[in-house]
């Protein structure tokens, strides 16, 4: 997709794809417009002010979130959450760092990173399960109330939701995988 776009789209594209990845301003920025944007979509009845207020709100607890993240990620790296961003943009090219230094963060990075996806893929089957659980429980909702359309986005929702979750997780888990291997290579 991105070969068939002019030069200055690409260069826009991955401009504002590297400034979310770096920035945590940029990335509250973000959060606070699609938090705004669906409290009006939802709560069109409300005060444009509470609108504001619930975004703003989201936005605090997610950038807040996303500071402890990336702060005891860089800790256990023993490196600086600028320099842990061109870390995980380097794996997701597939790029084996040169510099020894660089290389033992790297190893760290990934090996710290594979540790919380098997800690956490223990639980991936359970949180599936809870969700499937919800969209039967919301489908059979919708059938006793007489209405279908709503449960039935809803499912159709869950299962794309729980489709993407594991798409992405089996993506990072071969990305990192791969960098594991190469960096052994070395």
Known sequence: ?????????????LSLKRLLDRSLAA?????????????????RDEHPAVWVFQS???TGVAVAVLAVQRR????????????????????????????PEE???MRRL?????????RAGKWLPYWLGAMGLVAVGMFVLGAV?????????FAVGTVALCTWVLWMRRR?????????QALRQR
């Not at 068939?4 to 789209?9: A, S, V």
């Not at 990335?27 to 709560?43: D, E, K, P, S, Y």
């Open 1 to 13: 997709m991105l070969s068939r776009l002019p030069f200055e789209e690409v260069c826009a594209v």
């Open 27 to 43: 990335q509250a920025t973000l959060v606070f417009l699609l938090g705004l944007g669906t409290t009006a979509l939802i709560r």
């Open 56 to 58: 703003a709100l989201y």
């Open 72 to 99: 005891r990620a860089a800790r256990a790296v023993g490196t600086d959450a600028g320099k842990l961003a061109d870390l995980n943009r380097k794996i997701r090219r597939h790029e084996v760092p040169q510099d």
């Open 103 to 105: 290389q033992a963060a």
């Open 110 to 118: 990934v090996t710290e990173q594979l540790g919380q996806m098997e």
């Open 145 to 153: 109330s007489g209405s279908l359309v709503f449960p039935l986005l």
């Open 172 to 180: 990072s888990l071969d990305r990192l995988r791969r960098m594991r």
